[in-house]
């Protein structure tokens, strides 16, 4: 039984490879119609935790759409905690994202959890996401590789910098150029939040990788009153876009009402970052 | 939309129904041929962390045999956290383990990583494993519980002692009954141990669930010294079972080579749990 | 022996009394010369370490002073995790903190680790620290209490948003209101900064207390490059002020030069935290 | 002013020196009558949180020597996260153990929080305890090298092996080479238990230092029904020792009830640990 590829590979020593800066200098921007990701824009994705109904989609996507959102982000297939949970509409879901779209104009942003959903999600999204649980499901990693569409990819919830950027180069290595980073909070001892938002991750990624990395506050926070100040934070730390939760009516939210923003709160939040962004990026470059 | 059963399912209080003593006040004990786990035995599996040649296996298991364990462990399929890592000898590597029981009677424990794997390592596994990464593949946990074989589900890195029953809970809720826990080291600031392996997990688990639960010592430690003491602090402290790694030949090991015991250490290793676990049985029952 | 009193105590239902918004609902608001904390300014304190030499820290001080600083922190007596390390000037550098304020008019933040220490201290220092490994030294906190100088309160390593509260109610409770918060990072398994900044901790503090809190980029980051992102996302969250350490030869410090600022990327850090802090100041109001 | 003395000691590259292997081969014992810790001996100590009433001590102090206990522990100083929170009996406290000592023989191990306290505390206990949120009270730990008792080190929530290490450093350094070191638990996410109990800085310690070490299963699980597990544990994995929390009226302890065992319970554990103790000694050996 010939191991000769196999002593190879493990004598690469470089943890990781073309997601590096020493391979790609420049940082990597993902284009989209209307914003770039990576390229100096603040990308902003909001919507609900989940698809629930074409109605409450729709009620929402115009809300963030109007605030100056990018992107509409919104569950089908819902990785959740107890099999007895909401575990999304699925391939409905998908059906109402195709309508978001058609009627708002705004990019889809939704995750897949396997393959078989993986396949599906890819003929919808704009972006494909791989949830914090599944940051090392290598398997499904490889096969976002061979998606035609960009990953939006969250840091699992005890990750190291190294290993979110080695979950990048899975992807990239089967092809796919095009990853979008997302740090979402590590679980620590401290219990005023759901999960700690580590923002160094921020400048850290940036030091060593090309990639573009944007920050959810919503599910870092897990509780509303703390998503606005959180998000004024990952702007002012330098990230390239932001995932927030919105929801047209969150207590009657099926999963995450209680960090879910009401719409004029996101206005609210659209309205302060988007100065804070400018001066960023103006003061920091 | 009928959203109805959604609306159900989150009425739902109780975070875990079938895996809870409430549900099922007996321990459950899984039955193989010569040993039982859960049921008063201490059952000890081990072997190399991946399958490298039928040799290094033949070896390995002959050794760990002739101490006493009752289960072959060894992985065709490795997630590894880089993608140019060794990532196992798949098939081949399964076929490796079917020449391992045939030869030696081990019986045979080893890891599935996705669908497809699951559907090969179920014919020839007596356990399939699923790996710490994939506690909350909830599309894997599914699949498992529609497997005809019992399953060992490892906790994750930063999982709760709730995540990792309703993990459980995704297996049994699809009917398969026959479900081992194992505790193999939590992830904290401490770096004197590659995780920390945390034992109060095995008492917790035992007061609210009847499923058993064993403890990897090997990959909480993440060096060999460490392995034999805590081998004997999981039997005091009542685990039903260990996870061990041995190697033939740690030094030339593809993966995990600096926590693999060598054959005459895991042999002590057995001497010694062995009489603990008799001591440890007879004065806490 | 009567415990009547003592059981009162422990009947007391609320972890903290007097530092609650319950008890005072407007924000608590520190004044000295030319900057207050907690009134909306963003007070800057900067400084090296330690105070090394008279010439050391007169250099650095006017640099920070010249870029905008208000106050000029800098260690006389050091917690050190080595008897062997550099303990510190003490009383020498006192005096030399004393001539500091008296060269530049820059305000004093030093820190006092025992009840000997506080005793000189409090008698050069605007503001007396107590530093994150003394945030439960109870003994200290008393006498901190009872000092006539308001004082700095750093959170531990591994404290609680709720234990950082009781610390601080440990100097109210003993007649000192003039109390300043300062999140400096906790200890995670993240391992690309020293410690883990949580910005949360600065609205939740916000949310149940009406003492002002900093933040302390350079502690947490422990890498010179990450503190002015750090700085900038501490702005955005919306902390009453900053602690940076700025070095005016951080590669000959005698302790914490890795993350030492030279004087130069402080002005740059002062000109973009400014910019931000009035922004801030103008769309979160 | 010369910075030479400072200089030479930063230039020390070695982490601790005193407490190392390198410095002192074998173990370390410190003896007392009738037991000796850190020389093969299983030391016990235990008692109530804090010293609540001559009657309490008493009665709870029988109830542990009959069982076989060596030390009787209990707080006359208890560093308590509120102000509000019983602050121990202080020196009435202290006056209760000497009279348990008098009355039951048994050796006394108390906590001393400050200088002031451990002027007394050492006049009275045959061990004297600093916490482990005194861990790094350097000051403390100086005076405590100064004294003529043997010191009891406990663990901080968030210290590394080396840090707890270092800790020990600045006690021996001042001259007190009787040191016992004790683990406690540390802080991480898991919620099952208020600390998670840390077993492999068993072994981990003893690798790298001579000094003794025991394990506090009390105050790592929070509550009764994991002490007994752990405790069976801590001898597995080698421990030289046991602190542990009895009470003879939990219900009515005036701190850390749910953790305190009751007498018949203690007794329990008494039987199992001294069997085990005895076996593993036999077998490691």
Redo the contacts between chains.
Sequence with gaps: ?A?DG??E??R?SK???MVSRDFKEEDTAVEFEGVTIGGGDLAVMAGPCAV???EQCLETARAVKAAGAHFFRGGAYK????????QG?EE?GLEILNAVREETGLLIVTEA?????LALVEQVADIVQIGA??M?????L?RAGRSPKPILLKRG??A????LL?AA??IT?EGNQRIILCERG????????RN?????????VQ?VSHLPIIVDPSH??GRR??V???A???????ADGLMVEVHCDPTSA??DGPQSLYPAQFEQLM??VT??AA??SK??S
């Design positions: 039984m191991l196999v002593k590979a493990i690469v943890p990781y490879k629930e109904s074409l990785p959740r905690t107890s099999p007895y949970s909401f509409l409905k959890i396997d393959h078989e959903s649980r599944n090392q499901n290598f398997s499904l490889k919830m005890s190291t910098i190294e290993e080695m180069e899975y290595s590590v679980r620590t001892f401290a219990d005023h939040s700690t938002l580590d923002l160094s991750a921020v400048p850290a030091a870092a926070a009153e703390q606005l100040p959180l004024r934070a990952a702007v002012g730390v330098g099926l999963s309205c302060e100065k804070l001066l960023v003061v920091s």
